[in-house]
């Protein structure tokens, strides 16, 4: 799973301190709650700018999830110089023409940039005109520990489980950063993503195959 052009054993560290490429709170919020357990101190780039540092725009113009992973990733470790990844998802569709499948531009729409309100506005749209969608991620992950040393990873571990898109969203819950988990059901128990257990939500919010890279990187890199 671990793909990297460069590995090491080195000692290994508890409280390991990474950057997390992301500016998304709730994002950093449930990779902590996953990662808990094994000892790594995640800040993302909302504590470097408290800092002082200044954030740059990373680009995100690849075709998949790994290649705008790695983008984000390398250019916040030439800006930084610590330890980071940076992740990112595509979000595909069953039945639907491919003009329509969203891929890596789940929140970016015929060039613009949308806020949590405006991705329910468009996604309720679209389950209004094809039916009740039939859902997954695909979702990647780059570490920078250094300049000859990056690992990345995008395979089936990584999917999340299909799920189902509806026009209706919860009656009382939303999330910031994370809108359309207020317009997902759990094929399994037919429940809003937001009514599922404390576990179940983890699991839904940071897939297993995270954590199994990280446990590799840990044993192997960290």
């Not at 090491?8 to 409280?15: S, T």
């Not at 301190?17 to 500016?23: A, I, M, P, S, V």
């Not at 009382?172 to 997902?184: E, M």
Request: hydrophobic share 35%; proline share 4%; charged share 30%.
């Amino acid at each position: 799973m671990l793909g990297g052009n460069k590995k090491k054993n080195l000692k290994e560290q508890k409280n390991m301190k990474l950057l997390y490429g992301t500016g998304n709170q709730a994002k950093i919020s449930a990779m902590r709650q996953r990662l808990k357990e094994l000892d790594i101190e995640l800040t993302g780039l909302e504590d470097m700018k408290e800092q002082g540092y200044e954030i740059p725009v990373a680009p995100e113009n690849g075709s998949t999830p790994l290649e705008n992973a790695r983008q984000k990733a390398l250019a916040y470790y030439k800006a930084f110089h610590m330890p980071v990844f940076s992740c990112d998802s595509g979000l595909y569709f069953d039945n639907v023409p491919d003009e329509i499948q969203p891929g890596v531009h789940v929140r970016t729409i015929n060039g613009k940039y949308l806020s949590d309100e405006e991705m329910l506005a468009y996604y309720t749209g679209l389950v209004k005109k094809y039916g009740p969608l039939t859902a997954r991620y695909k979702n990647a992950i780059c570490f920078v520990k250094d300049e000859n040393s990056i690992y990345e990873a995008m395979d089936e571990a990584m999917e999340s489980e299909k799920f189902i898109l509806t026009d209706a969203p919860h009656s009382r819950i939303r999330k910031k950063g994370f809108p359309l988990d207020s317009i997902s059901i759990d094929i399994k128990t037919g429940q809003y993503y937001y009514d599922l257990s404390m576990e179940q939500l983890d699991k839904v919010a940071v897939e297993d195959g995270f954590l199994s890279f990280f446990k590799e990187l840990k044993e192997k890199v960290l």
